[in-house]
């Protein structure tokens, strides 16, 4: 999947290929693509340094392309979820937009896990 305009990945954890991430821009399918895991999560940002964490699910959805008008059953959902500028996520944000409880769980620790190596802590001793 192709990184939304003006933005760069930041961090993409490891990811057993193909996943969600290699699956083509458009994202609409007619049957249901082979992928190791269907969702996947990393953190985008753009040049005024505006971070995002950007979630990819695929999901069985009858859609119909807007351009073609062909009918698609399985569709790669995409959602960016604002970060603020000490790159903390707000975990109700990230809930609103991921329904898997245990997977919800899982982005949590390990992008807990990748902040707090990336953002440096600074202690001061007077």
């Known amino acids: ?3 939304p305009d003006g933005y760069y990945v930041i961090y993409q954890p490891k990811h057993r290929i193909p996943g969600v991430f290699d699956l ?3 994202g609409m399918f007619k049957t249901c693509p082979f992928v190791t895991e ?3 999560y990393r953190i985008i940002a753009n040049a005024d340094l ?3 964490l950007e979630y990819l699910c695929l999901v069985e959805k009858n859609i119909t392309d807007q351009i073609t008008g062909e009918s698609y059953s399985f569709v790669v959902e995409k959602e960016l979820i604002d970060l603020d500028e ?3 996520l707000r975990s109700d944000d990230l809930s609103m937009h991921v329904p898997d ?3 919800l ?3 949590s620790e390990v992008y807990g896990q990748w902040r707090s190596s ?3 802590n600074y202690i001061c001793i007077s």
């Open 1 to 3: 999947m192709i990184v």
């Open 24 to 26: 083509n821009e458009r």
């Open 38 to 40: 269907n969702r996947a």
């Open 50 to 52: 505006d971070a995002k």
């Open 86 to 88: 000490e790159l903390n």
């Open 101 to 103: 409880t245990t997977f």
């Open 105 to 107: 769980n899982w982005i």
């Open 118 to 120: 990336y953002i440096p």
